[in-house]
């Protein structure tokens, strides 16, 4: 009797064998692409952080250049469209970096053009 209930078990079983080692095999699939995914992750985040580092040093470059230029401008009297040398123009450049409107073709027209019709 207790061998026959033993021998009916597997019979009755949810899962059979080859389900079980199937499961075990997609398990083991699934964890080596979380594996995987989440290298590419980490390795996408280093990217991230590498071009916004750059990013952040060339924006502090170019704002210090622009101080310079203002410093400049202002020691010829250029800065204010009132300024003594200034014929009226605007040659200060008010430039949001993180507008994508900041353009430099178009503040190398809005200084260029009057310095050449000044001189």
Not at 51 to 74: I, V
Not at 105 to 110: A, L, M
């Amino acid at each position: 009797q207790e061998n026959l209930h033993l021998k009916n078990i597997p019979d009755n079983q949810k899962y059979s064998v080859a389900d079980i080692e199937r499961i075990k095999y997609e398990e083991n699939e699934l964890q080596l692409n979380i594996t995987k995914l989440t290298k590419d992750l980490d390795e996408e985040k280093q990217q991230q952080w590498s071009e916004e580092l750059k990013y952040a040093k060339m924006k502090e470059s170019l704002e210090t250049q622009l101080t310079e230029f203002h410093k400049m401008a202002r020691k010829v009297r250029l800065i204010l469209p009132t300024a003594e040398l200034a014929n009226g123009y605007d040659f200060q450049i008010q430039c949001n970096l993180e507008s994508e409107q900041s353009s430099i073709t178009h503040y190398r027209n809005k200084i260029n053009v009057p310095l050449v019709e000044i001189l």
